[in-house]
C-alpha cells in the first residue's frame, strides 16, 4: 500500500458502551463479571496529545487510543485485513469497536473506516472479539460476539458488503442475528469469542465459542449445514476442570512435517491439532497439541501437553487474546497476539495511546511433535537497516560487552552462545518445574550461576543503571540438563510505581548434545520480544526506561555465571519505520 491511500483513514465512529471488567491491581476500578477493567471517567477522554516517547516504531499501533484483542485476521484477493478492538474516544478500554487495517506485506499498514460497531439490538451494548471464515466461492465471513440488551453474549454475522470493494470497507449485519444465542445450559454472560470454522468429512461447518461452567472452563462445540442456523452439539469439543473462562480460543490443524501451515479445514493423516485458550484467572494463553476425532467431534490432548494452566504457551510473558489465521498467499500460519500496557490508567491517558499487536509470527509443529515453534515472519527482515556482527568473542565470569554502531532502541538481534562447562550447573530442584516465572524472580540476571545468567541486556542506560536482561541460566537435573529462558525488567526503569514481572519459561533442548543455544530478540522502544532456541520458548515484556530512551539507549552482552561463554555469532540490525496506520 502506498501513502496515497492513507485518505482511506476516516473520522473513527464513536459510540457509548458500558462493559463489565476483570479486577485486577489497580485502584479504583468497577467490579463485575469479565475481561477489562471499565475507567469510566477515563474511557471517554480522547487524546489531546499523543506522547510519541515510548511509543513503538515497527509493532502494529493506531495513531492514539486503546487497542485490545486481535480480531478476523485473513489474507483475501492479495490484501492481508486485521481487525482489531479499539476505543476511539479514549486510551483506556470502553466504547470497543471493530478498528480495521489492511496491508499487502504484514509490515506497512493504512487503516480504513472501523468495519464493525454497536449498532442493533443484538450488539447494541458492545462488539467483542471474533473471527472471520472464507466460505465456497471465496467469500469472506465474520463471526463476532454481541452484547443484547438482556446483556447476553450472543455471536453475531457479518457480511462484506461489495465484494468488488478490494478493501471490504463496508460489513452488512443481518437482522436475522444473532446465529447463535446461549440456550439453558449456557452461561450467557461467559460465552464468547467464536473461533474461525472448520468443515470437517460430513460437510457440516463448525466452530466453538469460549465459554465456563463454574470453574470448568469449555470450548462448546456448534455445527452448522449453511453457516447461519447454528446448532449445539451435545458436548464440548473439549473441556477442562479449574481452568476458569475460556477466552479467545483457537483451534485448528498442524502438519507433523515440512514447513507448510495447514487451512483451518485440513484432515487426513500426517496432521495434529492444537487448542489454544486464553484463561482469564491467569491472563496468560495455554495450549495443547492433540488429535481431533471427527467422527465424534472430540479433542483429545496428547499425554504431553498438560491440560492446566501449567502447560504450554505461545508466549510467557505480556502476551494475550491471540488469533492465527491461514495465509494462501504464503501457505503459511500466521499468529497475532496483544500486549497490554504495564502501566498505570493514568500514564496511558497523559501518553494518549495503550495496546500494540505484537509482530505476526509463522506458528509450526516442533519436530518432537511435542510443541510449537514460532518465528517472526520473514517479511520483518525488510526492516532491517545498518548492520553490525561480533564473531568468536568469548565472555569470561562477570564479563560483558556493549554491541555499538545502531540505534538499539528500534533493533533485532540475533546470537548464539556456545556453552561449556555444564558440570558447574545449579543443581535443579523438581519443585520448581511448574512455576519458571517464580524460578526466574528467585535467580534474576543479578544472582550470580553456574552456567548463566549469560544473554543480552537491552534498552540499557550507559551505566546499567536501567537495563532490561534477557537471558539463560542452566540448570543440572537427574540424568538431563533443564534450561531456563528469562526477562528480567526489575531493574528496567528509574521510575517509580512502574510494574515490572520477570517472566521465564523452559526450553526444550538438549544442551549437553548440541552445546549452543541461540536468543533472537526484537526491541521497540517499550516493548522486547524474544525468541529462544530458533521460536521454542518465547517471552515478551512492556518496559517504560526513562534514561535508556532513543539515541540514549545501550545493548549490551553479558555473563554472570561462573563459566566463561563464547559468543560464536552476533547479528544486530537497525530497525526502519514501516507506514503504520497513517502515523
Known amino acids: 500500500m502506498g501513502r496515497a491511500n492513507s485518505s482511506c483513514w476516516t473520522a473513527w465512529l464513536a459510540v457509548v458502551l458500558v462493559h463489565w471488567c476483570l479486577c485486577v491491581r489497580e485502584r479504583n476500578r468497577v467490579v463485575v463479571e469479565a475481561s477489562h477493567v471499565v475507567y469510566e471517567s477515563l474511557q471517554s477522554v480522547p487524546a489531546s496529545v499523543v506522547d510519541s516517547k515510548l511509543r513503538t516504531g515497527y509493532h502494529f499501533q493506531p495513531p492514539k487510543h486503546w487497542i485490545n484483542d486481535p480480531n478476523g485476521p485473513m489474507y483475501y484477493n492479495g490484501l492481508y485485513h486485521l481487525f482489531y478492538q479499539y476505543n476511539p474516544s479514549g486510551s483506556v478500554w470502553g466504547n470497543i469497536v471493530w478498528a480495521h487495517s489492511v ?37 469472506p465471513v465474520i463471526l463476532y460476539t454481541g452484547l443484547d440488551p438482556r446483556e447476553r453474549q450472543v455471536q453475531n454475522i457479518a457480511y462484506p458488503k461489495n465484494l468488488s470493494d478490494p478493501y471490504l470497507r463496508e460489513w452488512v449485519k443481518p437482522d436475522f442475528n444473532p446465529v447463535i444465542a446461549p440456550d439453558d445450559g449456557v452461561n450467557g454472560s461467559a460465552f464468547r469469542d467464536p473461533t474461525t470454522a472448520w468443515r470437517g468429512p460430513s460437510g457440516h461447518w463448525k466452530l466453538v465459542v469460549g465459554s465456563k461452567w463454574n470453574k470448568r472452563g469449555k470450548a462448546i462445540l456448534y455445527r452448522s449445514r449453511d453457516f447461519v442456523h447454528w446448532v449445539k452439539a451435545k458436548h464440548s469439543l473439549h473441556s477442562a476442570r ?87 498467499k504464503k501457505q503459511r500460519r500466521i499468529l497475532w497476539g496483544w500486549a497490554n500496557e504495564s502501566d498505570t490508567s493514568d500514564v496511558d491517558k497523559a501518553k494518549g495511546w495503550a495496546g500494540i499487536q505484537m509482530i505476526p509470527r509463522t506458528i509450526l509443529l516442533d519436530s518432537s511433535g511435542r510443541q510449537l515453534v514460532q518465528w517472526p515472519i520473514e517479511e520483518i527482515e525488510s526492516l532491517r537497516g545498518k548492520h553490525v556482527v561480533v564473531e568468536h568473542k568469548r565472555i569470561p565470569s562477570g564479563g560483558f560487552f556493549e554491541v555499538t554502531g545502531i540505534d538499539s532502541s528500534q533493533a533485532d538481534v540475533e ?28 535467580k534474576t540476571a543479578d544472582v550470580k550461576g553456574g552456567v548463566g545468567p549469560f544473554g543480552v541486556l537491552v534498552l540499557a542506560s550507559a551505566n546499567m543503571e536501567e537495563k532490561t536482561a534477557v537471558f539463560f541460566r542452566v540448570f543440572k537435573a537427574y540424568h538431563k540438563h533443564v534450561v531456563l529462558m528469562c526477562h528480567d525488567p526489575t531493574r528496567s526503569s ?73 559468543v560464536s555469532e552476533l547479528n544486530a540490525w537497525e530497525m526502519k519505520k514501516p507506514l503504520m496506520n497513517g502515523a
Open 415 to 442: 546470537v548464539s552462545f556456545d556453552v561449556s562447562g555444564l558440570e558447574k550447573a545449579e543443581d535443579f530442584d523438581p519443585s520448581w518445574a511448574t512455576d519458571a516465572e517464580a524460578l526466574c524472580g528467585r
Open 103 to 139: 496491508s499487502t506485506d504484514l509490515i506497512n499498514w493504512v487503516a480504513l473506516e472501523p468495519a464493525i460497531y454497536p449498532s442493533k439490538p443484538f450488539d447494541i451494548k458492545g462488539c467483542w472479539s471474533g473471527s472471520a471464515t472464507i466460505l465456497p466461492g471465496n467469500r
Open 242 to 328: 479449574d481452568t476458569g473462562m475460556w477466552e479467545c480460543p483457537d483451534f485448528y490443524p498442524v502438519a507433523l512435517k515440512g514447513t507448510r501451515g495447514l487451512d483451518t479445514s485440513v484432515y487426513g493423516h500426517g496432521v495434529k491439532y492444537v487448542l489454544k485458550v486464553s484463561l482469564d484467572i491467569t491472563r496468560y494463553e495455554y495450549y495443547t497439541v492433540g488429535k481431533y476425532y471427527h467422527d465424534k467431534d472430540k479433542y483429545v490432548p496428547d499425554a504431553t501437553s498438560a491440560d492446566d494452566n501449567t502447560g504450554l504457551r505461545y508466549d510467557y510473558g505480556n502476551f494475550y487474546a491471540s488469533k492465527t489465521f491461514f495465509d494462501g
Open 494 to 566: 528509574l521510575r517509580a510505581g512502574l510494574y515490572k514481572p520477570t517472566f521465564a519459561g523452559f526450553v526444550d533442548v538438549d544442551i549437553a548434545k548440541t552445546g549452543k543455544i541461540s536468543l533472537r530478540t526484537l526491541i521497540d522502544s517499550s516493548v522486547v520480544e524474544s525468541f529462544g532456541a530458533k521460536g521454542k520458548t518465547c517471552i515478551t515484556s512492556r518496559v517504560y526506561p526513562s534514561l535508556a530512551i532513543g539515541e540514549d539507549a545501550h545493548l549490551f552482552v553479558f555473563n554472570n555465571g561462573s563459566t566463561d561463554v563464547k
